[in-house]
T-cell receptor, first 108, second 113 residues
């Protein structure tokens, strides 16, 4: 089965603290993984994808095939990082399968 | 603005009715995807069209149907509506056929009363 699990519905941290949003996936082939973000009153948008191995807004994510994980990390959270974060898996049909999302709240 | 346009933004209707949601993709994008977002289920993939052809199907009910027209805009038709169909329906588009960067519309909020 193709599935994405984000175990935390809500993650609350203080400004300047490290943040890690967890994502685990189930997929039999070679996975393509993405993180999407939705800021308040904005559209859902791509944050980063594993094939690019890039850092966007200080966020990074490493694919761990052994643990079937693609956790999103940032060493020092900022208030503007508060948003809804979705992990997504490229499905075998070509569509994206999304997790249920984690709401990140960064307190001042 | 992602360039993906969805109309209407809000729709209120009654059970048993039929509605049509419309999506215009970004200029040049050939793929259109429909997703349903509800509080308990998150973002559920419904269906994908590529250049007018159905390419992938997810958890789309038989009461729901979609199509993509020659000008590449897409419509999602929801019929015999039930209370449980109340949700936010997103359209997204991408340039290619699979696992491309998706650009999302702002969604249509459907309320079935």
């Amino acid at each position: 089965a193709q599935r994405v699990t984000q175990p935390e519905k809500l993650l609350s941290v203080f400004k300047g603290a490290p943040v890690e949003l967890k994502c685990n996936y189930s997929y039999s082939g070679s996975p393509e993984l993405f993180w999407y973000v939705q800021y308040s009153r904005q559209r859902l948008q791509l944050l980063l994808r594993h094939i690019s191995r890039e850092s966007i807004k200080g966020f990074t994510a490493d694919l761990n095939k052994g643990e079937t994980s693609f956790h999103l990390k940032k060493p020092f959270a900022q208030e503007e990082d508060s948003a809804m974060y979705y992990c997504a898996l490229g499905g075998s049909q070509g569509n994206l399968i999304f997790g249920k999302g984690t709401k990140l709240s960064v307190k001042p | 603005d992602s360039g993906v346009t969805q109309t209407p933004k809000h729709l209120i209707t009654a059970t048993g009715q039929r509605v049509t949601l419309r999506c215009s993709p970004r200029s040049g994008d050939l793929s259109v995807y429909w997703y349903q977002q509800s509080l308990d289920q998150g973002l559920q993939f419904l269906i994908q069209y590529y250049n007018g052809e159905e390419r992938a199907k997810g958890n789309i009910l038989e009461r729901f149907s979609a199509q993509q027209f020659p000008d590449l805009h897409s419509e999602l038709n929801l019929s015999s509506l039930e209370l449980g169909d109340s949700a936010l329906y997103f359209c997204a588009s991408s340039a290619g056929l699979r696992n491309e960067k998706l650009f999302f519309g702002s969604g249509t909020q459907l309320s079935v009363l």
